[in-house]
């Protein structure tokens, strides 16, 4: 039997989202600041960790933003086999965005044109949308993340040689961070995208952010490779909020591809502190997939 998403499903899960992402912390990041304050014993670095708890709390209870950029919107729908999805199925998100923004009253935070007119939008529209396909059946799932432009603006993408491997790859993480991850709000949550092609090893590193900070690759290859990229990020000791501490990221999350024999395409994307995401199924959730705290079961 086939399942039919339509744009109105789709903008009302964006419009739901969106407040609810932009003041309450999802309980993974939380947990993991938690964490990281308990082992913190750089004075400095204990300070920062503390103010992120507090600033959780009060941004929860009193309901407003956990960080005054409150980022650009991007959604990414999933859709497995058996599900049907019309054209137009983003044709009411920058609707959404634009009465969700506004009745929040949300920073705005998106010009017009990148270079031809930087003037405010005024909305927070457009939305960045795309669709990306799952081999499940049946399966189709709306993630939603608020992006702030530090974290973005601290982000990369290299065209390795495949000869750089797995060094290589290190390397250029630590690179980044040591270079613009205290511009990015630390504690980090890294996604890396490793694979593909020069224009979609973006996507590959943004999805990654999508998964917990506590829930480790599946794959247990690629599980060693993030727990091996962590500890380098984490050895910088460039610290929460750049001043210095054992925890620069909470996670590294990473995806891999195929890719062409003689690339080795890097994505690093930064997520910063106030990690807001979501997970929103629409249809044939996953047994046993744990969705991010917040989504609309």
Request: net charge negative; hydrophobic share 45%.
């Amino acid at each position: 039997m086939e399942t039919i998403i339509s744009k109105s499903q789709v903008a009302r899960a964006v419009y739901t989202a969106i407040p609810k992402l932009a003041c309450d912390l999802p309980a993974d990041i939380k947990a993991g600041l938690i964490a990281a304050l308990e082992r913190e014993d750089n004075p400095r670095g204990r300070a920062v960790l503390e103010q992120l708890v507090e600033n959780a709390r009060i941004a929860h209870e009193d309901h407003v933003p956990i960080c005054q950029d409150t980022g650009t919107v991007w959604v990414s729908l999933e859709v497995g086999s058996g599900v049907l999805v019309p054209a137009d199925v983003f044709a009411d998100v920058d609707d959404a965005v634009a009465r969700a923004y506004n009745e929040a009253r949300l920073r705005k935070s998106v010009v017009h044109d990148a270079i031809l007119d930087r003037v405010n939008s005024g909305d927070n529209t457009p939305a960045f949308c795309d669709i990306h396909p799952v081999d499940k059946l049946g399966v189709a799932r709306l993630h939603v993340m608020l992006k702030g432009g530090g974290s973005d603006n601290a982000s990369r993408v290299a065209m390795l040689v495949p000869g750089a491997g797995m060094q290589g790859i290190v390397d250029e993480l630590v690179r980044c961070v040591c270079e613009k991850g205290a511009n990015a709000c630390p504690p980090l949550v890294v996604g890396v995208g490793i694979g593909s092609t020069f224009d979609k090893v973006a996507g590959l590193a943004k999805r990654a952010l999508m998964r917990p900070v506590d829930e480790p690759a599946a794959d247990p290859r690629v599980r060693a490779v993030e727990e091996e990229l962590l500890e380098a990020v984490n050895a910088t000791g460039v610290g929460p909020g750049g001043l210095g501490g054992r925890t620069t990221a909470l996670a590294v999350r990473v995806a891999t591809a195929p890719c062409h024999i003689a690339a080795l395409p890097l994505a690093i994307n930064m997520g910063c502190s106030a990690m807001r995401r979501m997970t929103i199924p629409l249809a044939g959730y996953a047994e046993g997939h744990r969705a991010i705290e917040g989504d609309a079961r």
